[in-house]
C-alpha cells in the first residue's frame, strides 16, 4: 500500500488581473517523500506552492493538505506545516536566538532552539543579528524557523536560489536529513541537478500547466532513453566494428575520438564487450547519460531561463 | 497567543532601540525641541503660564512631535517590513494579522509614554513648576492622539507602493496636517474651507484635547470622540486595503 496522500491538487489556476500565473495545476503528494516543482522562473512555481500552503487564494480548483482545506483551515494547517519563502527576510537587527525563540513562542510545540542550531550549523552565530549573517547562514536560520515546531511537511521555495555550492551541498544535507526523520518535503527549484538530487519525484511546470510527473530516473528514462559512448583509441579503423549496435556520428568520430550514439540499458555493455571482443586499444572512455535538465529542455523545448 | 503579542513586541523593542537614528528621531528630536523652544521663549522664569502661554505651548507642540514621529517610524518600519517579505513570513506562522500589526502598535505606545516621561522630566529641572499640570489625565490625552494618528499612518503604509516612498508620503501628509492642528495659532483663524480640514484631522483634536486638560478645562469628550472615530475609520479601512506583500 503506498503511503497516504499529504497533499493533494487538482485543476488549481490563479490569475493577477490580466496575468494568468497559474492555468491547471494537478499533483499529488505522498506522506515522506521529497516532492519537487521544477520549471523556469515565472512558471508558477511559487504561486502553486503558496496556494497550498493557505497564503493565496486560489481562483479555482481543488487542494486538500493534511487533509485540511488550505484556507479554510488555515490557522490549524500553519501549526503542522513548516515554510521558507523564496528571497525571504527577517527584521535586520533580531538576534538568531530571538528570532527562534519568538518562532517556538508562537508555535505551541517546540524542538529545542540550540539542538537545532548546532544541527544546523549555526550555533556560533547565536547572539549574531540576522543583516550580519550569510546568504548560507540566513537560509539555514530559514530552515530552522521551518522546523521548530517539528512539522509533517515542510515547504521550500527556491532554498539554495544565490548560494555558492558549498552551501549549497550542505543545504542538500540538511533537506536529505528532514527526510531521514520521516517529513515529507514539498521544494521549488530551477536548478535540475538540484531536483536529480533531492526529489523522489518532480512535477514539471512550464506557463503555469504540469507538462509531466514523475521520479527523475523514470523521466530520464521515458523522454531521453538515448547514451553515449565517448572513447579515444589510436587503432585505426576502430569505428566499423560497432556498426551493428548504434550509430557513430562521422563528424564526431574526427581524430581519434569516436562518439557512439545508441539507447537502452544495454548498449554501454554491447560497447564493452565489443572493445574488448576485438581487443581495441582504448586511452579514454566515457559514458554520457543524460539528465533531469535534458529531460527538461526536450519537454519545454526552450532554455532554462535563469 | 497572548505569549506571541508580548514576545513579538518585546523583541520588536529590542529591534528598535538597536537602531540610533529611530531613537533619535522618537526620543531625541522631542527632547531637543522642548529643552529648545522652552529657553528661547523664557519658559524657564515664569512656570505654567510661560510654557504653555507664549506664542504658542511648546509643551504640547513637544507632545504632538512625540506621536508624529511614532505614526513616521511606523509608517517606515511597516512599508521596509512588508518589502523585504517579514510581514509576509510572519503571517505564515499562527500569529494572527491583528497580533503581527497590534505589536507595533504597542512599541509605539511605549515610546510615546518614554517621549513624554523624557519631556516631564527634562521640564521638571530646566522649567520649575512650568509642567504642574495634571500628568495622568495629559499621558491618556496624548496616547489616545497617538493611536488615532497612528492608525492613520496604517492607512498611508497599507497604500504606499515602497518603502523609498514611505517617508516622504508620510512626510508630506502628516507635517501639514501639524500646522493646522491649530497648535501654533488658532483654529478660528483659518480660512473657513481650510478650517473644515482641520477639524477632520486628528492632529486638530489631539492639540484640542491635550490643551483642555492643561489649561485646566479637563478632559474634552467631543475632541477624545472624534479621535476615537479617526481611529474606528482609519482602522476600518486599513484592514481592507492592508497589503502584506
Given at each position: ?211 509531466e ?6 523521466l530520464v528514462a521515458k523522454h531521453c532513453p ?64 543524460p539528465?533531469?535538465?535534458d529531460v527538461?529542455?526536450k519537454l ?7 | ?245
Amino acid at each position: 500500500m503506498p503511503p497516504p496522500l499529504v497533499i493533494s491538487v487538482s485543476h488549481l489556476a490563479k490569475r493577477y488581473g490580466a496575468t494568468v500565473a497559474v492555468d491547471d495545476v494537478s499533483l499529488d503528494v505522498r506522506e515522506g517523500e521529497i516532492f519537487g516543482l521544477i520549471g523556469p522562473n515565472g512558471a508558477g512555481k511559487t504561486t502553486t506552492m503558496e496556494c497550498i500552503e493557505g497564503l493565496r487564494a486560489a481562483d479555482r480548483g481543488a487542494i486538500t493538505i493534511l487533509g485540511l482545506d488550505p484556507r479554510r483551515d488555515a490557522a490549524a494547517l500553519r501549526r503542522r506545516i513548516g515554510v521558507q519563502h523564496q528571497d525571504a527576510h527577517l527584521q535586520k537587527r533580531i538576534k538568531v536566538w530571538e528570532a527562534l525563540d519568538l518562532w517556538s513562542t508562537v508555535y505551541s510545540r517546540a524542538v529545542d532552539a540550540d539542538a537545532l542550531l548546532a544541527r544546523l550549523g549555526l550555533d556560533g552565530k547565536r547572539d549574531a543579528w540576522f543583516m550580519t549573517l550569510s546568504g548560507g547562514q540566513k537560509q539555514r536560520l530559514f530552515v530552522a524557523l521551518a522546523l521548530i515546531h517539528d512539522p509533517e511537511l515542510v515547504f521550500l521555495d527556491e532554498l539554495t536560489t544565490g548560494l555558492d555550492p558549498q552551501a549549497r551541498r550542505a543545504i542538500w544535507g540538511l533537506v536529505m536529513d528532514i527526510k531521514a526523520r520521516g517529513k515529507t518535503v514539498f521544494l521549488t527549484t530551477h536548478l535540475m541537478e538540484e531536483a536529480e538530487r533531492l526529489c523522489d519525484r518532480v512535477a514539471i511546470i512550464e506557463h503555469g500547466r504540469v507538462i509531466e510527473i514523475g521520479a527523475p530516473a523514470q523521466l530520464v528514462a521515458k523522454h531521453c532513453p538515448e547514451r553515449r559512448v565517448v572513447f579515444t583509441t589510436d587503432a585505426a579503423g576502430a569505428a566499423a566494428h560497432f556498426a551493428g549496435i548504434g550509430a557513430v556520428t562521422p563528424a564526431a568520430s574526427a581524430g581519434f575520438i569516436h562518439t557512439l550514439h545508441g539507447a537502452g540499458d544495454d548498449f554501454v555493455t554491447d560497447v564493452i564487450h565489443i572493445i574488448a571482443h576485438e581487443g581495441i586499444r582504448v586511452r579514454g572512455f566515457r559514458t554520457e547519460t543524460p539528465t533531469l535538465e535534458d529531460v527538461f529542455l526536450k519537454l519545454t523545448g526552450g532554455s532554462v531561463r535563469g | 497567543m497572548f505569549r506571541g503579542f508580548l514576545k513579538l513586541t518585546w523583541v520588536e523593542t529590542k529591534i528598535f532601540v538597536r537602531e540610533p537614528m529611530g531613537l533619535v528621531g522618537t526620543l531625541g528630536m522631542p527632547l531637543v525641541l522642548f529643552v529648545g523652544l522652552g529657553r528661547m521663549l523664557g519658559a524657564g522664569r515664569s512656570g505654567a503660564p510661560a510654557l504653555g502661554g507664549a506664542p504658542f505651548n511648546v509643551a504640547i507642540l513637544s507632545a504632538l512631535l512625540i506621536a508624529v514621529s511614532a505614526v513616521m517610524s511606523l509608517v517606515t518600519i511597516i512599508s521596509i517590513y512588508r518589502e523585504g517579505g517579514i510581514l509576509k513570513r510572519l503571517r505564515a506562522t499562527p500569529l494572527s494579522p491583528l497580533t503581527i500589526l497590534g505589536a507595533h502598535v504597542a512599541v509605539k505606545l511605549v515610546f510615546t509614554i518614554a517621549g513624554l516621561a523624557l519631556l516631564v522630566a527634562a521640564g521638571r529641572q530646566l522649567f520649575p513648576g512650568a509642567l504642574d499640570v495634571p500628568l495622568v489625565p495629559f499621558t491618556a490625552a496624548l496616547l489616545l492622539s497617538t493611536l488615532s494618528i497612528l492608525s492613520l499612518g496604517f492607512l498611508i503604509a497599507s497604500v504606499v507602493p515602497t518603502a523609498r516612498f514611505a517617508q516622504p508620503i508620510g512626510a508630506a501628509v502628516v507635517y501639514p496636517m501639524i500646522a493646522l492642528s491649530g497648535v501654533f495659532f488658532p483654529i478660528s483663524r483659518l480660512p473657513s474651507g481650510l478650517r473644515l480640514v482641520a477639524y477632520a484631522l486628528p492632529t486638530t483634536h489631539a492639540v484640542a484635547l491635550m490643551r483642555g486638560v492643561w489649561e485646566g478645562a479637563g478632559w474634552q469628550w467631543g475632541n477624545a470622540a472624534a479621535l476615537a472615530i479617526v481611529f474606528v475609520a482609519c482602522s476600518g479601512l486599513s484592514s481592507r486595503l492592508f497589503r502584506w506583500e
